[in-house]
């Protein structure tokens, strides 16, 4: 199992005082290696649940196991570096530091984890995303397109078990949106990697076996 | 990727503030490097300079100016003494040496000081251990007309050997050139000493400079009222009439020397160094004390003064500087506080996405607290080469006109102090940025 999440409940406090629900997932898994699309829509949670999956964000209640390892118990330091070793991330925005090159951005995706950061795998992975001539250049100096491919390198440098990806298309073009699938769903099986891919496009959810609707297992959207 | 890496490209995406923060705390550095450089220089002149001889004994006065005008040839003698007092002194049996000093005029050319004394001053060691050195082929005043000039003299005047010049009668405003003309014998090496900066002339040729000689009838009051004697009428209107055959004020060029009497001769001081070794420090107190209680002279502990200014006037003076300098590098500080501090709000962004791909809330707040340290850092060690490199290009131009001897690579103790302080400020003024990554909220920035 990649990830299992078991009576996940997280909810905000409004400024006025009063609590807002945000997730209440009884159980929702993911197979080793699967690669599943979930469709949600604007405010449904996705972000959130994201951010509860990875750790950025600790669950109020229940838990979420990834690779066997549960991490809502976790301290926050050991759940940073297992983040950074376990999981990998593909936003929407892309979140490159602008300050670092491609490679660089690679490089960094690699930093925070135990392991020495490998040069010469952050440029095969370059090499994989077809990137190998813009090493060196700067996210300005490139394409949405491009931008992204780089941050597809970056999540994958760890060798993660997890990969989130948080609408990684809707900030591309149409001619790289297909590109970008293509190339997360690859790499992932190549790499053995369990995708977990958040979307609001039914046509990019199409492309996955397993397509999930946030609305129906999270039960603070159930109908009433 | 390590934290530094990471900090300096952080650095070098803000490249303008970045360079501009370094380099106000340069600028700070800068300045509190030349003023330990300088400092280091007066410390060594004002300690050094009095160490060949145990008192200066001069007229009654200010000790003080006593010392500056004999010891740094700074501002007016106080007085003079007879030279009979120096002959003497120097048959005291208690003094091992006493060396005459005639200060008054100033080159035509520089308005260097001039110095009338006796070849056996170069014999005194001007620092503890050290003695005058002249060029090889320079004489210590054997003769009359002769003059020894010191290094910076040289230098700035491009006076070489056999060079010939005149003074200018008192203080350089007073714009009357004597006629006679001393020739250069000996060049000395440099001392770090006022004495770089000062024309030695033969006291013989000193006195017999047109009006260096005080009239007859006057120098031979002036001594008995100095000793408490009385005037022999009789006696003072034979050697009027006995001297009345000798023409005093012809002296068109030198060579011509004549013998001035002793009773028209005059000094402005007298270096002393007592007789003894063990008892040395004992019985220079004794003569002190004893020429107090007298009221023709005093004897003045040169070492004794110079600390009295070192502690109340450069001192000070010294310690206002380095707290000026020290408050340029606070602000510099305070500037790295700001420019860090404002790119926050831009860069909350990028310490999010480093926060989602791993680093740890300690990770980035050393990446913020780095990206101070190497700014302040750099900023330090730019600071120490400009101060140096400022202290390098202007000391030339110090040397010459103040004959101060500056190494530009002189280290003092408190450059090595400087950079650990800079860490340390460093990490004051990075500890609320370094904060305020630390505390960032992943999930709502990477939402915004």
Known sequence: ?224 | MNTLTIAWKSIRQRRVASLLTALSVALGVTLMISVLVINGVIDRMFNQTASGYDLIVGPKGSPLQLVLNTVFRVGAPIENLPYRYYTELKNDPRIEEAIPFAIGDVTQKGGFPIVGTIPRYFALEYIPGRHFRINSEGKFLPSTWDSVIGSAVAKQNNWKMGDEFQLIHGSAESGHVHDEKFKIVGILAPTGTPNDRTVFVNLRGFYQVSGHEKPLEEAIRREAAFFGEKVDEEKLKALLKENASHDHHDHSGHGHAHAVPDAQKEVTAILVQMKGDRLRGFATIKFQSQLKEGNQAQAVNPIQQITWLMTNIVGNVRTMLIVLTSLIIIVSGVSIFVSIYNSMSDRKKEIAIMRALGAGRTAVFTIILSESVLLCLGGGLLGIVLGHGLVFVASPIIEARSGLLINPFAFSSVELVLLPVLVVLASLVGFIPAMTAYRTDVASTLSD
């Open chain 1, 1 to 224: 199992m990649s990830l299992l999440l078991e009576n996940v409940k997280k909810s905000y406090r409004e400024p006025n005082g009063s609590v807002l629900p945000i997730l209440d997932i009884a159980r929702f898994e993911l197979k080793e290696n699967e690669q599943v699309a979930l469709i949600g829509e604007s405010g449904s949670g996705k972000s959130t649940l994201l951010n509860v999956i990875s750790g950025i964000t600790a669950a109020d209640s229940g838990k979420v196991t990834i690779a066997g390892t549960e991490i809502a118990s976790m301290a926050e330091v050991v759940r940073d570096r297992f983040r950074a070793e376990r999981i990998g991330f593909v936003f929407q925005t892309f979140n490159l530091l602008p300050a670092f090159s491609a490679l660089e951005n690679v490089l960094l995706g690699m930093s925070f984890s135990r392991k020495k950061p490998n040069r010469d795998r952050a440029k095969e992975l370059l090499a994989l995303v077809g990137l190998e001539r813009r090493l060196h250049h700067h996210p300005k100096q490139m394409s949405v397109g491009e931008q992204q491919r780089v941050a597809v390198a970056r999540a994958l440098a760890n060798q993660p078990k997890l990969l989130l990806a948080d609408e990684p298309t809707a900030n591309v073009d149409l001619a790289n949106q297909d590109t970008i699938l293509k190339l997360l769903r690859e790499a992932c099986a190549q790499n053995q990697i369990a995708m977990l891919l958040v979307t609001h496009s039914q046509e990019v959810a199409n492309q996955f076996d397993r397509v999930e609707t946030l609305t129906e297992f999270n039960k603070v959207h159930a109908p009433v």
